[in-house]
């Protein structure tokens, strides 16, 4: 049986790092620009707004849920999340809308399966994504490359050697970010550990995973879905760092997805090290779940 660890609350190490690393270099490569998104630049950081009306209120009107974009609501209906107990066993399924309803995590316990990948190019470099203005829950804000969940489908349910979560990994980073599956070889993978962890988005929506973290080192092509993803970056330790202090400091409007800074503030830079050296395989470590808060 799997067990559960309990880890101190993220500020610390993002602290001590802040005083290691140099200030985020005004020379950084500045964020891709995508469609029908509305950019401004700060200190190489892109935030992007957008003012085009929901395809969902137009269509919908005053239903429930009018002003959901209309592929967020596709996707929200008809993807089915695989239900796990907290030692990550199967227990059911149900829909990415009812999984992510705050009212249905706190009175039901409804915790689902997903997958945080951290993808490095050959500089060490990790690639990170903006969610779009149309994401149900945190949108906009920064994250690492890819986060979403496997499904409750044959070819994501195979739990030895995560290879149901990598199958499901391999699909979105082609939805979401344009990577195709040659560059991304499911085999490459290397599935470091597992968290869980609750945060709610809004009054309404919100996020409780138990959450796989899936590192690997290419060299892709991305080609970003406006739908899903708003901005990307490649960013080194240093920038790394400095994002993280404009979002201490509430620079621009600058926010992380909860996951990425508990992974960030828990783990991130000692598994760099291993991803420089690589020695990802020593720092592999399933057979706890970190519950963190």
Known sequence: MSLTTRLPGPALFSARCRRKFPAFPSHATPFRRLPSRRAFAFGGI????????SPARTAAGDAPDAAMDAVQRRLMFEDECILVDENDQVVGHESKYNCHLMEKIEKEHMLHRAFSVFLFNSKYELLLQQRSATKVTFPL?????????????????????????RNAAQRKLLDELGIPAEDVPVDQFISLSRILYKAPSDGKW??????????????VSVNPNPDEVANVKYVNREQ???LLRKVDAGDEGLKLSPWFRLVVDNFLFKWWDHVEKGTLQEAVDMENIHKLT
Do not use: K, M
């Open 46 to 53: 892109r935030a992007t707004s957008s003012s085009v009306q």
């Open 240 to 242: 790394l760092i400095e």
């Open 141 to 165: 804000v920064w994250t690492n490359t890819c986060c979403s969940h496997p499904l409750y489908r044959e070819s994501e349910l195979i739990d030895e050697n995560a290879l149901g979560v």
């Open 206 to 219: 919100g996020e409780h995973e138990l959450d796989y973290l899936l590192f690997i080192v290419r060299d």
